[in-house]
């Protein structure tokens, strides 16, 4: 199973993995924003997904990302606690990264290093090449964050 493009038909399952991961990001599932915002990164070819096996009955996502080309930005992350420590988290960030222009910097709002929950999610950005930019204030779940930036690669001439 590989990352793929996230199609509408993903939507519900979306959900479900939005809903799982709320008392660290904050209320979404239910609002209509999160919704609207959701569908535009499908239609706009920015959000990817590993899903579980086709022939479940739901269709759960293993993990999602969604990327701003626009903002260079990675705006949404998660790997479903199911499914963790088993290097999905690797494959989308890696996914998104290759479709992010590089010499734009790259940034991503995640957990301080205050946060027990978000130490895997730091490590993984940190083994990206990612470090600490700014703080990032505390996120709509009232947990402390951190902007981290992927610097341009030097270029060599």
Not at 23 to 36: E, I, N, S
Not at 48 to 69: H, M, Q, T, W, Y
Not at 73 to 95: K, M, P, T
Not at 129 to 137: E, K, L, S, T, V
Request: with cysteine; aromatic share 10%.
């Amino acid at each position: 199973m590989g990352v793929d493009r996230a199609q509408l038909a993903d939507f519900d399952a979306w959900i479900t993995l939005a809903r799982e991961v709320e008392p660290l990001f904050g209320p979404m599932a239910d609002k209509v924003a999160f919704h609207d915002a959701l569908r535009r990164a499908i239609f706009g070819k920015a959000a990817f997904c590993i899903r579980s096996a086709p022939n479940e009955n739901d269709r759960p996502l293993k993990g999602g990302i969604v990327i701003s080309r626009e903002a260079s930005a990675i705006e949404w992350f998660a790997v479903s606690a199911q499914y963790r420590s088993r290097g999905y988290g690797r494959q989308l960030l890696q996914r998104a990264l290759g479709e992010l222009n590089p010499h734009e910097g790259i940034w991503v709002q995640t957990f301080n290093g205050s946060v027990r929950e978000g130490k895997a999610a730091r490590k993984l950005y940190s083994d990206f090449g990612f470090a600490d930019y700014q703080n990032g204030g505390l996120n709509p779940a009232g947990v402390p964050t951190v902007v981290m930036r992927l610097a341009q690669p030097d270029i060599v001439s």
